[in-house]
């Protein structure tokens, strides 16, 4: 599935108020980052947009108030707090949610090839491969 195709799927350009909307559409990276590491982390998260296209992410990059994201629609301000709880549940800065909306894993920091290996080890995601 194409990165386009799966923002057809969410709805493009539409407020999205709960992570829930995103179940079983996408799977979830939720990050809290320091303004210090703030660049780095974005540089190197431009990188990885096709392994995060192909792998259907949808990913929250917290820095202060701020929010990064592929998803192309504004948040709520319910969003940002439901993003901040689980981060904080998990006591990580980086949590990845499935397309089945469970924690799949919690990390200290965001590096995408963690991230993505823990992806391609599902189930699900092997389905997705051998579809392809």
């Not at 799949?104 to 823990?118: M, P, T, V």
């Amino acid at each position: 599935m194409s990165f386009f195709f799966l923002l057809g799927l969410i709805g493009c350009c539409e407020e999205l108020r709960s992570l829930s909307e995103l179940q079983w559409k996408a799977r979830v990276v939720l990050c809290k980052i320091d303004s210090e590491r703030r660049d780095k982390l974005l540089a190197a998260t431009a990188l990885e947009t096709e392994g995060v296209g192909e792998r259907d992410i949808v990913y929250f990059i917290i820095c202060g108030e701020q929010i990064v994201s592929n998803y192309n629609g504004t948040f709520s301000d319910r969003l940002r707090e439901e993003i901040q709880a689980r981060l904080e549940q998990e006591s990580k800065a980086v949590v990845l949610i499935g397309k089945d909306g469970y924690v799949k894993g919690a990390y200290s920091s965001l590096r995408w090839d963690e991230i993505f290996a823990a992806i391609d080890a599902m189930p699900m995601r092997q389905q997705e491969k051998r579809k392809r």
